[in-house]
Nanobody, 123 residues
Framework: QAQLVESGGGLVQTGGSLRLTCSASGFAFRDYGMAWFRQAPGKEREFVSAIRWSGDSTSYADSVKGRFTISRDNAKNALYLQMNSLKPEDTAIYSC????????????????WGQGTQVTVSV
C-alpha cells in the first residue's frame, strides 16, 4: 500500500538549517504532485510548499519563501525540503503529501499523507 515516511526533523537554534526527506513507496511517485504541510500545536494545518510531478514548478507559502527549497528525485521516490534561516515560528510537525499532478495548497486535495516529523526551533 502507499506509504510516505518523513525524516530529518529535530531541534535547531534560530538561524539554523534542516533538511527533511520524504520517502515514498507503494504508488507511482512520479505521477503525483507533492507537497509539504505543517501543523503547530493549537493551530490548523498550513501549506508550506509544493512541487509539480516533473519538478519544474514549485510554490511556497509567503512565510517560508526565500528560506525553504522544495525538490524531488523521481528516480529515488524521494521528496526534500531544505529549510534555512529557521525561526521559532517554524516549529511544527511537518508532513509530506501526495496529490494532484499539478499540486494545490488545499490539504483535502491530497490522497496520501505521511505521519510527520517534528521540527523545533529554539530561540
Amino acid at each position: 500500500q502507499a506509504q510516505l515516511v518523513e525524516s530529518g526533523g529535530g531541534l535547531v537554534q534560530t538561524g539554523g538549517s534542516l533538511r527533511l526527506t520524504c520517502s515514498a513507496s507503494g504508488f507511482a511517485f512520479r505521477d503525483y504532485g507533492m507537497a509539504w504541510f505543517r501543523q503547530a500545536p493549537g493551530k490548523e494545518r498550513e501549506f508550506v510548499s509544493a512541487i509539480r510531478w516533473s519538478g519544474d514548478s514549485t510554490s511556497y507559502a509567503d512565510s517560508v519563501k526565500g528560506r525553504f527549497t522544495i525538490s524531488r528525485d523521481n528516480a529515488k521516490n524521494a521528496l526534500y525540503l531544505q529549510m534555512n534561516s529557521l525561526k521559532p515560528e517554524d516549529t511544527a510537525i511537518y508532513s509530506c503529501a501526495a496529490g494532484p499532478f499539478y499540486p494545490t495548497r488545499i490539504p483535502s486535495n491530497y490522497q496520501y499523507w505521511g505521519q510527520g516529523t517534528q521540527v523545533t526551533v529554539s530561540v
